[in-house]
């Protein structure tokens, strides 16, 4: 069983920058796959960023890439989502997830463990 919680997140202007952060707790393998989704009201929840426990795989969605940064403190077993130029269309919930799944995972059903999310608002 594992255990995620997320944090950081809160109301910023546009073009402004947060960072969200996710804390693991419970059986945690360096094969796992961490990953970060995003949920706007009446939308689908959407992949943002993932990374593996080791680092050796980072990858981003189209619609964040060079904007936002995915890292991780193995030693803290949690993993940071830093988000920067921030525009209005990324406010949503923003939720953290875990895997086993190897490759590149980025379908909400293949992550099997979920954060209870947090709230990031971007003003115009």
């Known amino acids: 069983q594992v255990q995620l919680v997320e944090s950081g997140g809160g109301l910023v202007q546009a073009g402004g920058s947060l960072r969200l952060s996710c804390t693991a707790s419970g059986r945690i393998f360096s094969t796992y796959t961490m990953g970060w989704f995003r949920q706007a009201p009446g939308q689908e929840r959407e992949f943002v960023a993932a990374?593996?426990?080791?680092?050796?795989?980072?990858y981003y969605a189209d619609s964040v890439k060079g904007r936002f940064s995915i890292s991780r403190d193995n030693a803290k077993n949690t993993v940071y989502l830093e988000m920067n130029s921030l525009k209005p269309e990324d406010t949503a919930v923003y939720y953290c997830?875990?895997?086993?799944?190897?490759?590149?995972?980025?379908?909400?059903?293949?992550?099997?463990?979920w954060g209870q999310g947090t709230q990031v608002t971007v003003s115009s």
């Open positions: 997830a875990i895997t086993e799944v190897i490759g590149r995972p980025v379908r909400t059903e293949e992550f099997r463990y």
């Open positions: 990374t593996t426990w080791r680092g050796s795989n980072i």
